[in-house]
């Protein structure tokens, strides 16, 4: 899904809305964005509606960022560099790109403004993402494929748009995660900044759902999801505390999960490292769209995709993801030749080459304009010209 910095805790709402149901107030207290109305309390000491968060920006293709009221709900991320490592790859006539987190396709239309030959093969598994891609990039309709999948189904989008799944792409970009249009959007339940259906699903057509996950599996699995997928260490207890709410009834709603959330962490680790809730939606998050998995098989897939030169761009935004695309790069650009031998075997060079220096953050401009590109991390490989490994083009 197309992540304009798509981190749970930074998130933007244009409006309050009204909470189902009562929150007790020391929850109010810790999860101030957790008041998702005003209340009639606040009525009568007179309080007004307040936007949280900045209003969205959008990059235009002449260069300066300007505020669009009316934008797609999406920001693209680190957009010029994105342009600067994959364009020297897009330049040839006929290139193609597939973005495969297309997302409401803020990357894309830049791609194809900039790109006058360029093709598009676009991926998303969110059907709503698609159809507000599809509206956006209507003038370069013949230029562009879309195709409802997940990024790990590049091989399969490849073969519906009539490219080979192997060696015929010149240009992959994944910018991972939850996107801004899914957490604007509060009935799709992944901010815990608004009372909102436990569903989370970024491909509405699946069946798992949150609510299925907390309604369902034991205290063992629930601590195991918390504990892998969002690194929570009181995960055993917010576990328990979860199966013991269900005892009276279901839970339904991220506002009940909100307060069990605040009454498994003690107050002392309340009051650091950002929003208690940030770790239990993210694992949850990841979970019910087995974000992890599909990353995993995706990367093989993106990589054996490219044409010699051409070159591939990852945005992640925890250290969960990063740590698998670090891992699949070094892999990449690491020398075939079996260890112990004193030179390298010709054939047997590294196929790929790192474009960055470790993982790019974004800059204090661009984070100051777009909070939720704080925590991205972006790591670029290009595939080497044989018989050149060390240098498969200008960066």
């Known amino acids: 899904m197309k992540h304009s910095a798509t981190s749970s805790e930074l998130v933007a709402q244009p409006e309050v809305a009204r909470a189902s149901w009562p929150l007790p107030e020391p929850t109010l207290t810790y999860f101030p964005n957790a008041r998702f109305a005003i209340s009639d309390r606040d009525l009568g000491a007179g309080a007004r509606s307040a936007r949280i968060g900045a209003r969205p920006h959008r990059e235009s293709p002449g260069g ?26 897009l330049r040839r006539p006929g290139a193609v790109l597939v973005d495969g987190t297309l997302g409401a396709g803020g990357h894309a239309e830049r791609f194809l403004s900039e790109f006058g030959e360029l093709r598009l093969i676009g ?24 195709v409802h999948t997940r990024y790990d189904g590049i091989a399969d989008a490849l073969d519906q748009a009539g490219c080979p799944p192997s060696g015929s792409v010149d240009g992959v970009l994944l910018d991972l995660g939850v996107s801004s249009m899914q957490l604007d959007q509060p009935e799709r339940g992944f901010s815990y900044a608004k009372d909102a259906p436990l569903d989370m699903r970024m491909d509405t057509d699946a069946t798992l759902t949150a609510a299925e996950i907390l309604n369902t599996y034991d205290r063992a699995a629930l601590t195991d999801i918390l504990r892998r997928f969002g690194e929570e260490k009181f995960a055993h207890r917010i576990a328990g505390l979860i199966v ?127 909070p939720r590109s704080a925590p991205v991390r972006l790591r670029a490989l290009e595939r080497v010209m044989p018989g050149n490994p060390r240098r498969g083009g200008e960066s």
């Open 64 to 89: 300066p960022v300007v505020v669009d009221e009316t934008d797609h709900g999406h920001v693209p991320v680190l957009l010029d560099r994105c342009l600067e490592i994959l364009g020297p790859a």
């Open 123 to 146: 991926l998303d598994r969110d059907p709503g993402a698609l159809a507000t891609a599809r509206a956006r990039l209507a003038p370069f309709a013949d230029r562009v494929t879309l």
């Open 244 to 370: 013991e709410r269900r005892q009276q009834a279901p839970l339904s709603t991220t506002g009940e999960l909100v307060e069990i959330i605040y009454r498994g962490i003690p107050a002392p680790a309340r009051r650091t490292g950002g929003h208690p809730a940030k770790r239990t939606f993210q694992a949850l998050r990841i979970a019910v769209n087995a974000e992890l998995d599909s990353l995993s098989a995706a990367l093989p897939a993106a990589l054996a995709a490219l044409r010699p030169g051409g070159r591939i761009v990852v945005m992640s935004y925890q250290s969960l993801e990063d740590r698998i695309v670090k891992t699949a790069f070094a892999a990449a650009t690491a020398s075939r030749t079996p260890e112990g031998l004193p030179v390298e075997l010709p054939g047997y060079e590294p196929e790929f080459r790192a474009l960055t220096r470790g993982a790019e953050r974004a800059g204090a401009d661009e984070i100051e304009r777009n």
